[in-house]
């Protein structure tokens, strides 16, 4: 039998398909340790730390193009944290990651920093952020101190120059007044 153009086979891509999400889902949950759970366990029956663990298997499995992950590493003992460090390593598309958990912000390739300045990128890790703010810092410090110092110089050449005008207005005075300048007056 011949086949038209039309109805000739496509060549789907597998991971947007979920032919498959069941062994993937096994496999994803031996790899964290979470082998003695079967796809039909009840989420009732987990512990909290389980559920936890599992959660983050959903999104990773899902294929999407962009995960936003909030405090991800939130209630997780190390071993998880780094299983999740180790996922979000793989992960082949965009990601987001609100976190203040430094372990796992030293695994980021940047930093964006939301404060009341608005936002700032730094392109690294945690280090580089952490080393990027102290030279900022250290820079603010030395603007200010040469602003202090500067301040300082004015405040000085303002005294030297009132006392200089105080000066002049006493000799012309004495003048007026027919004294020797230098001279105090009666």
């Known amino acids: 039998m011949k086949t038209s153009p039309s109805s000739a086979a496509v060549a789907l891509p597998i991971g947007r398909y979920r032919w498959d999400i069941a062994e993937r889902l096994l496999i994803a949950l031996r790899e964290e ?4 759970l079967s796809l039909q366990t009840p989420v009732a029956m987990l512990s909290g730390g389980e559920c936890t663990r599992v ?5 990773f499995l899902s294929g999407a193009d962009l995960l936003i992950l909030d405090e991800p590493s939130n209630h997780l003992d190390h071993l998880s944290r780094q299983h999740l460090c180790r996922r979000l390593q793989q992960w082949p598309a965009g ?3 609100i976190s203040h958990d430094r372990e796992l912000l030293e695994d980021m390739q940047r930093i964006v920093e939301l404060s009341p300045g608005g936002l700032r990128a ?3 890790n945690y280090s580089v952020y952490r080393d990027c703010l102290l030279r ?6 030395r603007t200010l101190e040469h602003a202090r110092t500067e301040r300082k110089r004015g405040e ?3 005294q030297g ?3 200089t005008a105080a000066a002049a207005c006493r000799q012309r005075s004495a003048w007026r007044r027919g004294q020797q300048p230098g001279a105090d007056a009666p």
Do not use: F
């Not at 340790?33 to 003695?36: A, C, D, Q, R, S």
């Not at 900022?136 to 410090?141: I, L, N, S, V």
């Open 161 to 163: 120059a009132a006392a």
């Open 33 to 36: 340790g979470l082998g003695h």
């Open 156 to 158: 000085r050449a303002l």
């Open 136 to 141: 900022e810092r250290q820079g603010a410090q």
């Open 55 to 59: 959660a983050p298997l959903g999104v």
């Open 95 to 97: 990601l987001l990651v």
């Open 122 to 124: 730094y392109g690294g």
